[in-house]
């Protein structure tokens, strides 16, 4: 597998949505099983040699791109992965899907239990909660290179970028590496104050942190919203991609909403995440199904 060290890269494709013709940075197709914002997050990981690492462990929901990603990363390395969540809901230990079901398959030792850093030794590789580690800089660098080599190909100097945000780490480190373009975000998992917060975290100069758009009205993440579901299935009907259900429908309600930022060439990135599709479809259709 170590040719995948060199090879991520992703094409960029023109669609339009809603009347609205923009540019998509496929990410989701970066590699068939390392792929997404997750993917560039731990690039860095895949890439360097860790000699002495055995074990990787990390900690979150046991539904997350993160966790997936990780297996697939401790996967190629030959390392052990130890997982740890407060909860698996009983319906999905009956039923592993997704990826639950596809980072058990890759050998995944799931924890349910609190994570104790202290207990590990140096052969231990640790990594916070989805991703969220300045060793992420290094794979949205790449990133950002790529965009200023398609920006060169197809002669356009300045570009609005839009992604939804979680933690904000790939938003913030495309900024700071782009800064001929203006990127903007909208918070999925907190509110506005938190996303400012973990910008500032990860960089003190706020003339490198993302625009952030919202929406007035207020959004619980992982939630259920028939607006969310309606945006994705149009999102499919429209372009023929499969968007993630978790982050984009709340990011192109955000994106429509401001439809001056069409004004320039408009760059999606597609951060991957479909995998994480199948558990949150099933609720949809059975929530909506006869009345969408
Ligand atoms: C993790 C994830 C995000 C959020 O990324 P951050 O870097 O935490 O902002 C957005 N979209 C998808 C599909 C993800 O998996």
């Known amino acids: 597998m170590d040719s995948v060290a060199t090879d991520l890269n992703s094409p960029v494709e023109?669609?339009?949505?809603e009347g609205h013709s923009f540019f998509l940075k496929r990410d989701d197709l970066l590699h068939p099983d390392f792929s997404g914002?997750?993917?560039?997050?731990?690039?860095?990981?895949?890439?360097?040699?860790f000699p002495h690492i055995t074990t990787l462990v990390s900690y979150g929901s046991a539904q997350s791109n993160a966790m997936y990603s990780l297996?697939?990363?401790?996967?190629?390395?030959?390392?052990?992965?130890?997982?740890?969540?407060?909860?698996?809901?009983?319906?999905?230990?009956?039923?592993?899907h997704g990826n639950y079901q596809a980072a058990l398959a890759n050998g995944m030792q799931l924890h349910e239990a609190s994570c104790d850093k202290q207990i590990f030794g140096d052969d231990t590789l640790f990594l916070e909660e989805g991703g969220r580690q300045k060793e992420a800089e290094f794979g949205i660098q790449?990133?950002?290179?790529?965009?200023?080599?398609?920006?060169?190909?197809?002669?356009?100097?300045?570009?609005?970028?839009f992604l939804p945000a979680g933690t904000g780490t790939t938003a913030l480190f495309l900024q700071k590496h782009l800064p001929n373009c203006t990127v903007y975000t909208t918070p999925c998992v907190g509110d506005e104050e938190?996303?400012?917060?973990?910008?500032?975290m990860l960089e003190a100069n706020e003339n490198n942190h993302?625009?952030?758009?919202?929406?007035?009205?207020?959004?619980?993440?992982?939630?259920?919203?028939?607006?969310?579901?309606?945006?994705?299935?149009?999102l499919q009907q429209q372009t023929g991609v499969v968007f993630d259900l978790l982050y984009d429908p709340l990011g192109w309600r955000v994106l429509l909403s401001y439809p001056e930022l069409f004004l320039?060439?408009?760059l999606y990135i597609h951060q991957?995440?479909?995998?994480?599709?199948?558990s949150m479809l099933s609720r949809y259709e059975r929530k909506y199904k006869d009345n969408v």
Do not use: C
């Not at 914002?37 to 040699?49: P, Q, T, V, W």
């Not at 952030?212 to 299935?233: A, C, P, Q, R, V």
């Not at 991957?272 to 199948?278: D, F, S, W, Y």
């Open 272 to 278: 991957g995440g479909v995998l994480g599709n199948e």
């Open 37 to 49: 914002n997750k993917a560039r997050k731990f690039y860095y990981y895949l890439h360097n040699d």
């Open 142 to 161: 790449k990133l950002a290179e790529e965009i200023q080599a398609w920006q060169k190909t197809a002669s356009l100097d300045r570009v609005n970028i």
């Open 14 to 17: 023109k669609y339009t949505f």
């Open 71 to 96: 297996s697939v990363l401790a996967k190629m390395k030959g390392w052990r992965f130890e997982y740890y969540v407060d909860h698996v809901a009983e319906y999905l230990k009956a039923n592993p």
């Open 194 to 200: 938190y996303l400012k917060q973990q910008f500032s």
């Open 210 to 234: 993302p625009r952030i758009l919202s929406m007035d009205k207020k959004h619980h993440f992982g939630k259920l919203y028939k607006e969310n579901y309606t945006i994705w299935l149009k």
């Open 264 to 266: 320039k060439p408009l």
